[in-house]
Every structure is written in C-alpha cells, then in structure tokens.
C-alpha cells in the first residue's frame, strides 16, 4: 500500500439527484430524511453551502428522463414507490445553484435524445460564464425504453448505436464550443459601434446522420469553452467513449478488484486515443456509515437497513437493464438475462458476487452493501486507501439520507482524510477545470474536442465583410 504522504488527494463530488428516492430505495422514509423536500430550493442551497464549506470539488446530479420501466407487471409501482419519479430538471437547479456558490463544480447529466446539441451547447455555455466556468455535463445516452418514447421514437434505441448516436452529439457540441468563436472576436467598442468581429465569427455547418446544424454558436466563448466532461458508462463501448472524450468517469464498482480491471481497460483504451495518462479521472460511487465507534456503526447500519427497500433497488436495477425483475424468484440467476439496456451495469452485478452466479436476490444485496464503506473514520479511510490504489481517482459520495450522510461524512471521514494529506483543505483558484487538473481552463490540445479550435479561420463567411464605422462611412474591422 502506498505511504499516505506520497498520494495523491481524493477528488470528492456529491451523488445527487433532483428527486426524493436516488439510488438506495426507501431511505426518504427514515425520520432524519429530508429528501422528499426535493423541490424546495432551500434544501439545495443549505447542502451547496456544506459541502463548498467542506471544500467539495462538485455537486453530481443524476436524472433520467422517463420511468424505470415495469415492476411487478406495469409501472404503478415505480410511482408507489417513488423510484426516480417524480424527478425535477437538474439544469434548472444547477442554474438556481450558481447564484449560492463560489467555487464548488455544478455538475449535471443530461442525455443525447432529450435536447438538440445546439440547445445543449447555449444552455451550458450560459450557464460556465454565469458561474466563473464551474459547469459539467455528465454525457448519457439514456437506457430506459421509456425515455426514449417520451422522445418521439418507438423504443430502446440498440445500446452501440445509442453510443454513434453520442460521437455525433459530442462533435456537433465541439464544434459549437471550440470552432465558432475566436477568443478576441467580441470587441464591445463603444467609441466605433462595433460589438464582434463578424470575422472571429463562424457558422459550424454540421450535416451528420442525424443532426443538421448551421450556426453560429449564440453565447461567446465561456470561461472553459466546452463544460467539464463527466461520462458513466462501463460497457466495452462505454469505456471506449469515455477514453475518448471524458475528462472523469463515474463507475459503480462492486469490489477493488473491478475497479482494478476497470481502470487498466480505460487507461489502456486512453493511451489508444492519444490522451496522456490521468487525462480521464476514475469515479467510484460508495457510500459511508460513520460512527466513533464500531458499536455505533453497527447501530447505523441497523438503523438504515430498517427503512432501506430492497424491492426498491430490484425495480431501480431491473428498469436500469430493461428487464421487470419484480415477477422473477429472488433466486433467478443473472446470467439467463439479456439486455439491450445497461449491459456495464449487469456486467458489473456477474462480477460482484464469489462464484460469479448471482441471482435477482443476490443483485439487491450487491447495489445496497457492496458499495457501502462503513467503520470509524480511520477505518473508512484505510479502505479509501485502498481502492485508491486499484485505481480511482475519486469518490462520488452517495448518500442515504440528506442532508445528514454528507453532515456525517464531513465531520467525521473529511479530518482523517486532511490529516493524511488526501483531501483538499482549500479550493485551487481558476475553472472547475483548473481545479482538479491544475492546469489551464480549457481542454488539453490531446481531446478530441481541439481538432475544432481555429474553425473560424477557414470558414467565417464574413472574413472579408466590412461594417459601418461610427461615423457612417465603411471603415474595415482591425
């Protein structure tokens, strides 16, 4: 194991989502929950505050766009149950954020079928100079059938054409971002007239399989151009992805020794791309019982296990694969299903269990306990230590119960992590990118994304234009 002075420190984002019930199913019954008040605002601003006090890098947010499919034979349930539904807009929230925070990265999901690029690419970049650049997309391309319908088509689009589907949003993105404007195209002459320099101004004119866009991209350059770029795949195709375009990926990671293999694959497939190694951070999602003591560990994990629904995260998972797991004997094995939903996901629950055979009853088990660390703070710690050294990054720290995991969390695992140097104690200065990468605000010259840079040069139909100069006569652009 690796001395703790000589590692580097954890990067720490808050697993979120803009509804009452997440991912550990049942808990917004617990007493102390305060997550079914998810649509009022004070909520989310009293959190932001806590965890930009505890120096946090970022606030994640989840979303779906539509119903976790049938449980128990219709999707009645989903709704009795409040499993992702009601589940309010995390743009609209993270723009509601910006005005309560300084420094901590508002990061958001939104998928490839629910908004066209063009619209995507205005609203984030609005939203990086609202903020000083401290936005991030997390990029999804949605697994539900029923989000898919919700969006004109007739069902789950096939998992590798969802992922073309995203190569062309992305690139359709980059271009807005890096290729429209120039840095110095907006002038703001008073004294002249002259606002931008139609010259530093182009149309992107992209024509791909499904998108046709002419441009130009509407909002300037932002203080990070394209947002940080968040990606949750861990399908062999998804991780291709994220190697590609990523700048972190966020897996659910049963065990370290996942992880382990996870991390090789995307450094070996990020080393394809021609990114340097690190260029793309590793996630995991865990979540923490913290006590003082063992015995009061013990009486946590008692406590939470009382109001956690185990029927609950079947019908998250199953809806999650596309398969209604709620009619299946908790002892079906795993293997005998197909999917053409989140095949990481069923990927990941095979693997998670000795014996590799896991059942419906066994996948329960492994989303509620195989990704909860629980101990004294320097108990946790020793194991964060340890999937450190399989490979993340990161950690993006579900919760139970809000506010009071992320209450726990930083009053009792934030001082054992400073004191052995593996967590910020202040912000770095700059862009949500230059503070987890401590360099400048804008991608590395390796992404993809840059290829785009400069566009405007080669193809500004108004390069030769002239303008009215102040006093009405023609006066040509410096």
Not at 96 to 112: C, F, K, W
């Amino acid at each position: 194991m690796t001395n703790s002075a000589e590692r580097p420190r954890l990067l720490l984002s808050a697993f979120l989502m803009n509804t009452s019930s997440h991912i550990l199913g049942g808990q917004w019954r617990h007493p102390e929950a305060q997550q079914h008040r998810f649509h009022e605002l004070s909520l989310w601003t009293d959190l932001a505050r806590q965890l930009e006090d505890a120096k946090f890098d970022a606030m994640f947010f989840a979303d779906v766009v539509g119903l976790y499919g049938d449980h128990e034979g219709g999707w009645a349930s989903m709704v009795r149950k409040g499993m992702q539904i009601p589940a309010h807009d995390p743009l609209v929230l993270c723009s509601a954020l910006a005005a309560s925070t300084r420094d901590i990265g508002l990061a958001m999901t939104s998928s490839v079928i629910q908004s066209d690029p063009f619209q995507l690419a205005r609203q984030l970049s609005t939203l990086d100079h609202l903020t000083d650049g401290r936005v991030a997309w997390n990029i999804v391309t949605s697994v539900l059938e029923n989000s898919h319908r919700n969006f004109g088509a007739d069902g789950l689009t096939a998992h590798d054409d969802r992922y073309d589907w995203a190569d062309e949003y992305v690139e359709a993105a980059y271009k807005l971002w890096e290729g429209s404007w120039a840095d110095d195209a907006v002038l703001a002459d008073k004294e002249r007239g002259i606002y931008a320099d139609p010259a530093k101004v182009s149309k992107i004119h992209h024509r791909g399989a499904r998108y046709s866009i002419e441009g130009p991209h509407l909002a300037t350059p932002s203080p990070q151009r394209t947002p940080f770029l968040f990606q949750a795949g861990s399908s062999v195709r998804g991780r291709s992805f994220a190697a590609a375009h990523a700048e972190a990926t966020f897996l659910f990671a049963p065990h370290t020794e996942y992880v382990r293999k996870q991390a090789a694959s995307i450094r070996a497939l990020e080393a394809e791309s021609g990114r340097a190694p690190g260029d793309v951070k590793i996630f995991a999602g865990l979540s923490f019982v913290v006590g003082s003591t063992e015995a009061e560990v013990k009486r946590k994990e008692a406590e939470y296990d009382e109001y956690l629904d185990l029927h609950a995260i079947i019908a998250h998972i199953g809806g999650g694969i596309g398969v209604d797991l709620g009619g299946l004997p908790l002892d079906t094995p795993l293997g005998e299903l197909s999917t053409e939903g989140a095949r990481g996901v069923l990927e990941a629950a095979i693997a998670s269990v000795p014996g590799g055979k896991p059942t419906v009853g066994d996948l329960a088990r492994y989303r509620a306990k195989a990704q909860q660390i629980a101990g004294t703070p320097e108990q946790i710690v020793d194991e964060l230590e340890r999937w450190q050294d399989a490979g993340i990054d990161g950690v993006n720290v579900m919760n139970q119960i809000l506010p009071g995991s992320y209450a726990d969390f930083i009053d009792g695992v934030l001082p054992e992590l400073r004191k052995r140097g593996l967590a910020q104690a202040e912000y770095r200065p700059g862009t949500l990118r230059e503070k987890v990468f401590g360099r400048g605000p804008r991608l590395e010259s390796t992404h993809p994304a840059a290829r785009f840079r400069g566009a405007f040069e080669a193809h500004s139909a108004a390069a030769t234009e002239r303008v009215p100069a102040h006093d009405g006569g023609q006066s040509p652009l410096p």
